[in-house]
């Protein structure tokens, strides 16, 4: 059984950068994919990116295509999700999930998740 552990959140300005982990243990992450969730205060948990089991794939809502990164470093076990340009918007807590194979949308197909990092922008 997987466990996910996030990490890199903190305070940041608008347009700054942060740039979140999400390391794997217990298992490798190997076919899985991964995707990452964010919660801000009174709202519901949307997604914001996904990378798929074979690395290759990604997905981004269209909020964060093209200042958000995510890619996977296998060696580390870990998938990092880059953030640029940063909005007052993109604060929230934001949460890495695991399903097989092929990345969705839905937080309901994810059985694995990890505890959430607090990601703050704020001049």
């Known amino acids: 059984q997987v466990q996910l552990v996030e990490s890199g959140g903190g305070l940041v300005q608008p347009g700054g950068s942060l740039r979140l982990s999400c390391v794997a243990s217990g298992s490798s992450l190997g076919y899985r994919a991964i995707a990452w969730f964010r919660q801000a205060s009174g709202k519901d948990r949307e997604f914001v990116a996904g990378v798929n089991g074979d690395g290759g794939t990604t997905n981004y809502r269209d909020s964060v295509q093209g200042r958000f990164t995510i890619f996977r470093d296998t060696a580390k076990n870990t998938v990092f999700l880059q953030m640029n340009s940063l909005h007052l918007a993109d604060t929230a807590v934001y949460y890495c999930?695991?399903?097989?194979?092929?990345?969705?949308?839905?937080?309901?197909?994810?059985?694995?998740w990890g505890q959430g990092t607090q990601v703050t922008v704020s001049s």
């Open positions: 999930a695991a399903r097989t194979w092929v990345v969705s949308h839905n937080q309901n197909d994810f059985k694995t």
